[in-house]
């Protein structure tokens, strides 16, 4: 997906470089059990500075999905919402946004174990009724979901042919209707942990599987938002058991992560695709240690790629994180995120405009909680006030060069303070990319825009703020 250039944020005369993780926040805090998802599903998403977040705890007697929202970059949270309200077990959340569309799927057992799936069509504020995606007497389980525009896939591991395979829906209406299932593997191996991307018509979809002998990542992609599906890509050769596979597109870049037992205890391998997926780079070994590294969940964000997981090399579980500013080529250092006696599992993250926001669950305080942490300069876009004049009129100024590759830049001028929202289209009116939500001071303004991801074809730009809006157009020539 588009994002502009990495690396400074610049307002008025104060620079940061990817600063500093906040402290822990208790997410959730009452004496049952609240759970992020033990799938490589992701239960935290993002666009703009609205950040949505899913569980499952058992506060009401038995496991139902809640959900939450912050509307400023994670720095402050709205109420716990229920969104299941039945007697059966609800769990494993999987969440995901396309601008002001919230789809969240999930396992309930109201009659059978099947997939369940809720929208919000306005940023989380209020959901629509519950819709069963799923209906067969089988087990359907472990879902995941990913959402572009009006484009939603859903996939999912269910025994209905006597092994699990991996399935999948697609929904081309933003979640209001739904197609077929559809049987993405069809082997005498058990096919498990599906992880789905998808970014304009292009749908992606990873597993774990046994029909070598032994566990291996597959992938598959689409190339018509999820209609129809090209062949199994075996994306691991290793001798060892390889599992836990997370995956994440953007533009003509997919970057996938497991783990891998190879070295005798489990480590985390990443590799990545810069062409959607069509042929894959060499395996990456990002973690290299005696203990045990697992559950790795991965994010792109323009030239920015995160990795976050759970490792034991400390002597207890605790989340770890890396990333790289590169696209992929080269890694940070690693972090340590959590740090205290009791076990830090099940991590998940995702990325706004200018942060990233980790949740995990977390037994420090005696019962099985969800915690968060942020760095809400760990993202940042280029942001640079060129003027410290305040314009008299709001104005949004054309991109130069235009047309361009693969970088531009864009002005835009704030008469007043004002939540500045900044958006990409294609051609279609689909809104690719929040490029920024956020409050700027009044002034001139320039970003460099980095395309190097995205296809060759016209977009249009558009600022919005309370009282002004202009759309421009622009045009991508590689």
């Not at 601008?99 to 109201?110: K, Q, T």
């Not at 389980?141 to 991996?166: C, L, M």
């Amino acid at each position: 997906m588009l994002k502009f250039l990495i690396a400074v944020f610049v307002l008025s005369s104060s620079v940061h470089l990817f600063g500093q993780w906040l402290p822990d926040y208790r997410f959730t805090n009452h004496p049952d059990s609240s759970l992020t998802s033990p799938n490589n599903a992701r239960c935290i998403a993002a666009s703009g500075n609205i950040i949505h977040a899913a569980w499952y705890d058992n506060r009401d007697g038995n496991y139902e999905i809640y959900y939450k929202r912050s509307s400023d970059d994670g720095a402050s949270w709205g109420p716990d919402i229920r969104l299941t309200v039945d007697n059966a077990v609800s769990q494993r959340p999987s969440i995901a946004v396309s601008g002001d569309y919230v789809h969240i799927v999930w396992n309930d057992r109201v009659s059978n174990e099947e997939i369940y799936y809720k929208q919000s069509t306005n940023s989380g504020i209020s959901w629509g009724a519950n819709i069963r995606l799923t209906n067969d007497p089988n087990l359907s389980t472990y879902p995941s979901v990913s959402a572009s525009g009006n484009v939603v896939i859903a996939a999912w591991s269910e025994n209905r042919d006597g092994n699990y395979e991996i399935y999948c829906k697609r929904s081309a209406d933003f979640g209001i209707t739904w197609g077929a299932d559809t049987r993405l593997t069809n082997d005498a191996g058990v096919s498990l942990q599906a992880c789905c991307a998808v970014t304009g018509l292009i749908a992606h979809v990873s597993w774990h599987d046994n029909r070598n002998g032994n566990d291996e990542i597959y992938y598959m992609r689409s190339t018509d938002g999820g209609l129809t599906w090209g062949a199994d890509t075996r994306l691991t050769t290793l001798t060892g058991v390889s599992f836990f596979a997370s995956m994440q597109a953007a533009g003509q870049f997919v970057f996938a992560a497991w783990v891998e037992n190879t070295d005798g205890n489990p480590e985390i391998y990443s590799k990545r695709s810069t062409d959607a997926g069509l042929t894959w780079e060499a395996n990456v070994r990002q973690t290299n240690n005696p203990a045990i590294s697992i559950r790795p969940t991965v994010s792109i964000s323009g030239s920015n790629f995160h990795i976050v997981w759970q490792d034991n090399v400390d002597g207890n579980d605790d989340i770890y994180y890396r990333y790289s500013t590169n696209s992929g080529a080269s890694f940070s250092s690693i972090e340590r995120l959590s740090n205290d006696p009791a076990f830090s599992v099940y991590p998940c993250h995702t990325v706004s405009s200018a942060g990233i926001h980790c949740l995990w669950r977390d037994f420090r305080d005696g019962n099985w909680e969800v915690y968060y942490k942020r760095n809400p300069t760990g993202n940042l876009v280029n942001v640079v006030s060129i003027s410290g004049e305040t314009p008299s009129v709001y104005s949004l100024k054309q991109n130069f060069p235009n047309p361009f590759n693969p970088v531009t830049n864009i002005v835009f001028e704030l008469p007043v303070s004002s939540q500045v929202r900044l958006s990409v289209f294609d051609i279609t009116g689909r809104e690719v990319e929040v490029i920024t939500n956020e409050l700027l001071s009044a002034g001139s303004y320039k970003m460099d825009l980095n395309a190097s991801s995205y296809p060759s074809g016209v977009y249009f730009y558009r600022l919005k703020t309370k009282d002004y809006t202009e759309t421009r157009k622009m045009i991508l020539v590689k």
